[in-house]
């Protein structure tokens, strides 16, 4: 069996694996964030230039992340000091200071919990991963990105809302959705249920498919 297949990945609707690590901001334990929602992300290495762009984009989106009770946590496996030097540089050279800890994960302890090396990228660097946890710890998504591609953030926003919405409501999102948009209602599950949710109001494009505003 190829060793590439051989990642330890871990399973959505399942609780995410627990973990306890330093951080830029001291330890962390990921049970400790029960009530919250977490989107953890990996990426390759400190001062590397699509990683530092990366840095900035996720610190622009730290606030509204917090508005929507989501804790942000990064991680390498670089060591703390690499971390506390590459956070230094960026507020002396970019002006803008990383305000969410970032795990230093060089035993990779973490990282094959979590599936993040991929031989076929690198053998000592994680890839561009982000996992979407609830506040209940379920793992609820996770999106993977090589080491040459940048994430779009605008993308984690919408997943967080996507699923908070889907659980606030008891409903799905379809293709492309946006926050504001119309969400899908689920499937009838008997012929009853067929016939009268085509009386209640929502906007339907056939017995399955239904939706309505939330």
Known sequence: MDENTCLNLPTLGEPAPDFEANTTQGPLKLSEFKGKWVVLFSHPADFTPVCTTEFLAFTQIYDELKALNVQLIGLSVDSISAHLAWVHAI???????????IIADLNMNVANKYGMIHKGQASTATVRCVFFIDDKGILRAMIY???QNGRFMPEIIRLVKALQTTDKNKVSTPANWQPGDKVVVPPPTTAADMEKRLLEGYECKDWYLCFKKV
Do not use: Q
């Open 91 to 101: 507020k002396e050279k970019m002006g803008v200071k990383i305000p969410f800890p």
């Open 145 to 147: 990105y090589p080491l």
